[in-house]
């Protein structure tokens, strides 16, 4: 019997790793002779770039960068050797959970740590960046970045703007001739599911920005700067790409990957799918097993249980869910191929408790999925 296991991280608890050696602890108990092929996943947030070195066993590196307030922080980023790839998580240098709750600030966040990552890849050789550009803390459309890798924002004096989205709102020159020349000799590709615009309503200020920490009235100035920003880019390149889905994401960062990196947008999942060689691992597979902290309807959107169930169902092999909790519509994935789902919490218990026990929950829920699989069997 084989059993392939690919799921997500659980957010605050386990690596996608984590989860899995939890799963397939518990499965044996039950199929000790079963071939269990663990295959941690990610869907281009956080954990993305531990799930592919762990598949590819690719190389972790640091570097201390600018956060997003400005204050330096240590960053990881992963490097592929043989294919010359670096793997960078936009979280790591330019993430929510750097900054405490109080201090969250989306007027004046930047990216600029993560520009200082991408020049890290690029001194190191590499053709290829894969950019996850999942949980953000900034809202600045990427400008902070670009200004590590060499743009120029001057305001009506010919200084330099300050840090952050709402700067971008007295931009009055935008200069491009810095941008590092090794940018366009790279490919680019944004690990991502998020299909928002630049702009407006649905855009990244309106969207994503109460969650960083914007007030009502910050929202509104920093989407009109934003769209300030992207009047100036059209006039420095040529094309607007600010209503282009994704272009939104990350506050922003999609407009800037896109417009000034032409980077191409994939599904997180997809990505780390093709790079993890789940696709291979998945053929002859009795079943799949996959999961994340928070199974719902939110999943739909590309998240990697769904990603996991389109690549296991083109090769016949039936899919298992095992979640930290199953939310609000998480049955409408039985119409998309998702055969059962579990959540670990075996009766009333807090959210705390579940995650510091997380790996024994998960590995008992794994065991009674092993046990009803053994009647399936007979």
């Given amino acids: ?69 400005g ?10 050797a043989d294919s010359h790839t670096a793997i960078i ?80 709102g007295g931009l009055a020159r935008l200069d491009a001739s810095g941008l590092d020349p090794r940018l366009a ?54 094309r607007d790409v600010r209503d282009q889905p994704g272009s939104g994401a990350a506050g922003g960062m999609g407009f800037a990957a896109k417009a000034y990196l032409g980077a191409t947008f994939r599904p997180g999942v997809e990505v780390v799918a093709e790079l993890t060689g789940l696709a291979a691992a998945v053929q002859g597979a009795d079943l799949v097993i996959t999961g994340e902290g928070r199974f719902d309807a939110q999943t739909l959107r590309g998240k990697t249980p769904l990603g ?6 083109a090769a016949g092999a039936p899919v298992i869910v095992i979640a930290g909790t199953l939310g609000q519509g998480y049955e409408e994935l039985y119409e998309h191929g998702i055969s059962a789902a579990f959540s670990v919490a075996s009766g009333p218990m807090t959210l705390q ?3 510091e026990n997380s790996a024994r929950l998960l590995a008992e829920r794994a065991r009674d999925v092993a046990r009803v699989w053994l009647l399936r069997s007979a």
């Fill in 71 to 80: 204050r330096e922080v240590q960053a990881r980023w992963g490097w592929l």
């Fill in 1 to 69: 019997m084989k059993i392939v296991i690919a799921p997500d991280s659980f957010k605050d608890s386990l690596s996608a790793a984590g989860v899995a050696a939890a799963i397939a602890q518990g499965l044996a108990q039950v199929l000790p002779d079963a071939q269990l092929l663990q295959c941690p996943m990610a869907d281009g947030g956080e954990g993305t770039m531990e799930a592919i070195l762990a598949a590819c066993a690719g190389q972790m590196r640091s570097l201390v960068v600018s956060g997003p307030l």
């Fill in 353 to 355: 408790f579940a995650c």
């Fill in 89 to 168: 998580e936009m979280a790591e240098a330019s993430g929510l959970q750097l900054v405490e709750v109080a201090q969250r600030d989306a007027c004046v966040s930047s990216t600029f740590g993560t520009g200082q990552l991408i020049l890290a890849a690029l001194d190191a050789g590499a053709r290829r960046i894969i950019l996850a550009i999942g949980g953000s803390a900034t809202n600045d459309a990427g400008s902070g970045m670009l200004k590590a890798l060499g743009l120029q924002l001057l305001d009506a004096q010919g200084s330099d703007l300050a840090p952050g989205g709402l700067a971008l």
């Fill in 308 to 313: 996991v169930t389109r690549i296991a169902q």
């Fill in 185 to 238: 000799q790279v490919r680019f590709e944004v690990a991502a599911d998020v299909d928002n615009p630049l702009c407006g309503p649905q855009g990244a200020s309106h969207i994503f920005g109460p969650q960083k920490g914007a007030s009502p009235s910050q929202v509104e100035a920093l989407d009109q700067a934003l769209g300030h920003f992207a009047d100036h880019s059209l006039r420095a390149l040529g």
